[in-house]
């Protein structure tokens, strides 16, 4: 392959479905001296504008068939795209063969991606796979000391100003940043297809178990650049899939400076969790640092759901993450804005809510457009030493009639409420998770420690410091019911949540000492249920 580093640009090929940009970066061309050849709706379009080009049938011979299916696909395409020009051998086969060498191919691919988002048909969703642009933008790419491949719109502006600087050439350095570009792109579409199977086959089972496959493919479009990642010394950024899911993701920011990579995570944690909670039940807020829950709570409206959120742990909320599952309104804006609060996410936000935070310089508002489905089939991923690891999303949800009460003594309607309450944030809590709530919210959490006894203990004492901030003689754990992510290994956890005040306890129930624990429960009086699932979230 030949290492000049500037190559003329005198033919290229444009071939595409995003036409933004399109008649202007083609004029542009033809301005330079670049001879156009292009295909179907693209060619109609540049024709339309008053510009000569030249379609693709009348360089292979052969004229678009198969309902487009091929028209591409062919020697002088390809040949021209992957010719050595400096090799004897292929400047012999374009010349015996009529070959003209393709400088630049400019492609993007069929909106497969947006098909699927937009839940069309399994029929119209294989149609919207393409064949000849992915074989194209691979070949240029791999001839890159030759051609120039173009995959993204934002590329026009930079390639064209290349061009103008060098006379009607790029130079290697370009070439090589656009292939790198072109396989990235060309490595997404085939993993939305492959993924996007995957999930196909799971459907007709009706199971969202994640099936080990021979390979399993992960790609992403950068959303941003970030400032740096959890500490200053890291490099960062933040890319999107193809999921449809409420969240960070579809988010647009209505104020503040730009997110930060703990932002988002942490952000993210808040938002699904909230979203536990049905808007059309109870409004809900989540108030998260450091991805874990400091206080939740479900009631009437939005300010007296974050009044008593706040009320669990008002220290940690300094500086934290506050979700909403209902539209923000101002006088729960009012509330939010007389602490620090890093960022606020809801579904929406109504004129008083964005004008009183739009006064805080350093808040980030973000509209999230919908809440997420807790129930609905997904995938999660944690990168290891080599690999990754992948599962099923955590979509669990436990009813009243899933519930297997162990004790003598039944829990009151009041205390079931509660107990699902409670497990639902525990869900949502690093483990070893103890989760105190009462009337809808919490009271105490324990979250991320090496023992479930010790997390029992933080909660009980977060309980009673909570009290006293909010001016009250008893902790907020007395008369509360108690949650647990996993069984009590031993029947102490239970015996520090009955101490604390706790009535009632949910916990999945499984240990070899279930007899112990339940022994336990029947000596102070406590309700028992076991729910047969577990919720860790390391």
Not at 267 to 279: G, I, K, M, R
Not at 281 to 296: D, Y
Not at 378 to 397: E, W
Not at 422 to 442: C, E, L, P, Q, W
């Amino acid at each position: 392959m030949s290492s000049s580093s500037l190559r003329p640009v005198r033919r290229a090929l444009l071939s595409v479905s995003d036409k933004n940009g399109l008649v202007e970066f083609a004029r542009a061309l033809t301005a330079l001296g670049v001879d156009l050849i292009s295909t179907g709706g693209t060619s109609k379009a540049i024709a339309a504008a008053g510009l000569k080009v030249t379609d693709v049938a009348s360089v292979t011979g052969f004229p678009e068939m198969m309902d487009g299916r091929i028209k591409t696909l062919h020697p002088r395409i390809h040949g021209g795209l992957l010719a050595l020009r400096d090799d004897p051998s292929h400047a012999k086969a374009m010349q015996e063969h009529g070959i003209e060498g393709i400088d630049l191919l400019v492609c993007n691919l069929y909106p497969f991606e947006e098909t699927v988002a937009r839940k069309a048909s399994f029929d119209e969703t294989v149609e919207n796979i393409d064949i000849g642009g992915p074989a194209m933008i691979r070949a240029a790419a791999k001839n890159h000391g030759f051609a120039a491949v173009i995959v993204d719109v934002e590329d026009y502006a930079p390639v064209l100003a290349e061009l103008r600087d060098n006379k009607g050439a790029i130079t290697l350095d370009t070439r090589k940043s656009l292939a790198a570009k072109a396989y990235a792109r060309t490595a997404a579409y085939d993993a939305a297809i492959a993924n996007w199977f995957d999930a196909e086959l799971a459907r007709a089972k009706k199971s969202d178990d994640v099936t080990p496959a021979r390979r399993f493919a992960i790609a992403g479009r950068l959303r941003q650049s970030l400032r740096y990642g959890e500490n200053p010394h890291q490099t960062a950024a933040f890319y999107i899939t193809g999921e449809q899911r409420f969240g960070v993701a579809t988010a647009q920011q209505a104020g503040g400076k730009e997110l930060s990579y703990n932002n988002i995570n942490d952000t993210d944690a808040a938002y699904e969790l909230v979203a536990e909670f049905d808007p059309k039940t109870s409004a809900a807020i989540a108030v998260i640092k450091h991805a874990n829950p400091c206080g939740v709570a479900t009631a009437a409206t939005l300010a007296e759901a974050y009044a008593l959120a706040l009320r669990c742990d008002p220290v940690s909320a300094f500086g934290g993450i506050v979700a909403c599952n209902r539209t923000l309104d101002g006088p729960t804006a009012e509330q939010l804005a007389k602490i620090f609060t890093e960022v606020i996410i809801a579904p929406d936000a109504d004129a008083d809510a964005r004008k009183i935070l739009s006064a805080k310089k350093n808040l980030r508002l973000l509209i999230a457009g919908g809440l997420p489905d807790p129930t609905t089939q997904g995938t999660t991923l944690r990168t290891v030493a080599g690999g990754f690891l992948l599962q099923s999303r955590d979509n669990g949800r436990i009813t009243e009639k899933e519930l297997r009460v162990v004790t003598k003594r039944k829990p009151t309607a009041g205390e079931i409420k509660d107990l699902l309450f409670a497990f639902r944030v525990a869900k949502h809590v690093k483990s070893n998770t103890i989760v105190y709530a009462k009337d809808g919210a919490t009271m105490g959490i324990g979250a991320g420690q090496m023992s479930r006894i010790d997390s029992a203990r933080i909660a009980a004492w977060k309980a009673q410091e909570a009290a006293k901030a909010a001016g009250l003689t008893q902790s907020l754990a007395k008369g509360s019911v108690v949650a647990s992510d996993a069984f009590f290994p031993f029947a102490d956890g239970l015996v520090a949540s009955a101490e604390a005040g706790a009535t009632a306890i949910i916990q999945p129930g499984g240990s070899i000492r279930d007899d112990e624990v339940i022994a336990a429960a029947d000596e102070r009086g406590l309700a028992m249920v076991f729910t047969g699932m577990r919720h860790f979230r390391h």
